[in-house]
T-cell receptor
Framework: GENVEQHPSTLSVQEGDSAVIKCTYS??????FPWYKQELGKGPQLIID?????GEKKDQRIAVTLNKTAKHFSLHITETQPEDSAVYFC???????????FGGGTRVLVKP | NAGVTQTPKFRVLKTGQSMTLLCAQD?????MYWYRQDPGMGLRLIHY???????AKGEVPDGYNVSRLKKQNFLLGLESAAPSQTSVYFC??????????????FGPGTRLLVL
């Protein structure tokens, strides 16, 4: 089955700096890669996703890049703000069906 | 719309007791999922359903059973709880498993402690 590795497990950045989280996946058949943000005591919420026919996608301060050849994808947050502090999860979905395999999560702390 | 709701929010069980977690969604989604979240391990899929009356096993199904008698509800049962089932359980739903309608929406979670 699919295996998703996520790094780093914790990330501390100064407000205004950029944050980068990287994930690798094992199944070349995976074609859907969402990123979720989880705030304390809440369920994960989708913030951005990318499909295997696209190399990069951007939504305001958030961008995701995908390298299918190397089987890795990354989340980039620019101009970080204190409200960006949360746990972020990457995931990959099998080509058939919609079973997400999640990475282990990255706890991001934005220091004011 | 309430989205995805979960009942209860928190529960303490003794080893060997049984319980049922309820998930409800009001978005008319076809697919529903149960995940468990443990520290440092992300979310792992327990069981899922691709429509009313269907269920299938995920990555970690042992010790759990599910039922999808109504499209809007997905029940997760623990017949004989074990301490290893102490976790936070999340339910999610999506329109389908393909294309742009596959985004999964998560509930707020149920925190379960098995003593």
């Amino acid at each position: 089955g699919e295996n998703v590795e996520q790094h780093p497990s914790t990330l501390s950045v100064q407000e205004g700096d950029s944050a980068v989280i990287k994930c690798t996946y094992s199944d070349s058949a995976s074609n859907y890669f969402p990123w979720y943000k989880q705030e304390l005591g809440k369920g994960p919420q989708l913030i951005i996703d990318i499909r295997s026919n696209v190399g990069e996608k951007k939504d305001q301060r958030i961008a995701v890049t995908l390298n299918k050849t190397a089987k890795h994808f990354s989340l980039h947050i620019t101009e970080t703000q204190p409200e960006d502090s949360a746990v972020y999860f990457c995931a990959a979905s099998e080509a058939a069906g919609n079973k997400l395999t999640f990475g282990g999560g990255t706890r991001v702390l934005v220091k004011p | 719309n309430a989205g995805v709701t979960q009942t209860p929010k928190f529960r303490v069980l003794k080893t060997g007791q049984s319980m049922t977690l309820l998930c409800a969604q009001d978005m008319n989604h076809e697919y529903m999922y149960w995940y468990r979240q443990d520290p440092g391990m992300g979310l792992r899929l327990i069981h899922y359903s691709v429509g009313e009356g269907t269920t299938a096993k995920g990555e970690v199904p042992d010790g759990y059973n599910v039922s999808r008698l109504k499209k809007q509800n997905f029940l997760l049962g623990l017949e004989s709880a074990a301490p290893s089932q102490t976790s936070v359980y999340f339910c999610a739903s999506s329109y389908s498993g393909r294309g742009v309608r596959e985004t999964q929406y998560f509930g707020p979670g149920t925190r379960l402690l098995v003593l």
